[in-house]
């Protein structure tokens, strides 16, 4: 007798490079690891997904069948890491109970979250949302997969620099090549007097002037730097590939910000 994967859910997560979570776990309810225990199955759980095996017979059917109306429950935990803080979590924050079914699945097998429903049990502490599979009386070897976006905010770079307004125009440009998919727009923005950034910086580097430059857009969030922002002064880069802003340090919610800086003069010396 053998077993067969009747049951497939993937997780994926658009920040990382190989769309695997570390932070992930996903484990069936008590009720559903009951049934399948009772159905002779086995579930095989781990960051990138779940997936469970029955028992096929010689003639290659379940060796015990799940009932056709069986609602297969799992949850999904996010331990540690920084899940909150790379994901948008527009479709899921402020529900109770955000739930992933495979009612209307698309033929890509992508999970859809389902309506609010207040009349769902609240999810246990710590779980992130559930999913919810109806496998029916059939095995069903395409896999599901449940799809996490990453955030979007703009980014922002504080340049400060010892160099005068009239030494030339420094920019920040995104060098990939012309016609590249996702290049980036940065314009140069006015700093809010009251922004707490900018008062930082004056305070620490008394004597060089800031300038500030915003994406035009909102970009998605990615594990692996860009390499292909720069600084310039006129056409010449004078500094980069410039990091990524910090996912840990938001200047404001829609915001991510890097400091970097741009001394025309070197330091002196005695």
């Not at 935990?77 to 899940?83: L, N, S, T």
């Not at 060089?208 to 720069?230: G, L, N």
Request: charged letters at 20%; glycine letters at 8%.
């Amino acid at each position: 007798m053998k077993h067969v994967a009747i049951i497939e859910v993937l997780l994926k997560h658009a920040f990382y490079a190989d769309q695997r979570c570390p932070d992930f776990a996903i484990e069936p309810s008590d009720e559903t690891a009951r049934l399948l225990r009772n159905h002779r199955c086995i579930v095989r759980s781990g960051p990138e997904g779940v997936r469970v095996l029955s028992p096929f017979d010689a003639a290659g059917q379940p060796f015990l069948p799940l009932p056709g109306d069986a609602t297969l429950l799992f949850y999904i935990e996010v331990r540690g890491g920084d899940f909150a803080v790379v994901t948008d979590l527009t479709g899921i924050s402020g529900r109770a109970a955000p739930v992933f079914t495979d009612a209307g699945a698309g033929t890509d097998g992508e999970l859809g979250l389902a309506p609010a429903d207040p009349a769902r049990p609240r999810l246990p502490p710590g779980i992130v949302a559930a999913v919810e599979i109806r496998p029916g009386s059939a095995p069903r070897p395409a896999p599901f997969q449940v799809s996490f976006q990453a955030r979007r905010a703009r980014w922002a770079y504080y340049c400060v620099t010892d160099m005068a307004p009239a030494g030339g125009e420094l920019t920040v440009v995104d060098a990939s090549p012309a016609g590249a998919e996702g290049a980036l727009r940065f314009s140069a923005a006015t700093l809010d007097p009251a922004d707490p950034t900018a008062a930082q910086i004056a305070s620490r580097y008394p004597g060089m002037r800031c300038v500030y430059f915003v994406s035009d857009e909102p970009v998605a969030a990615r594990e692996e730097p860009r390499k292909s922002i720069e600084l310039r002064l006129g056409p010449d880069r004078v500094a980069g590939p410039l990091p990524n802003p910090s996912m840990q340090s938001p200047a404001k919610e829609d915001l991510l910000f890097q400091i970097v800086k741009y001394r025309a003069q070197p330091f002196q010396t005695p």
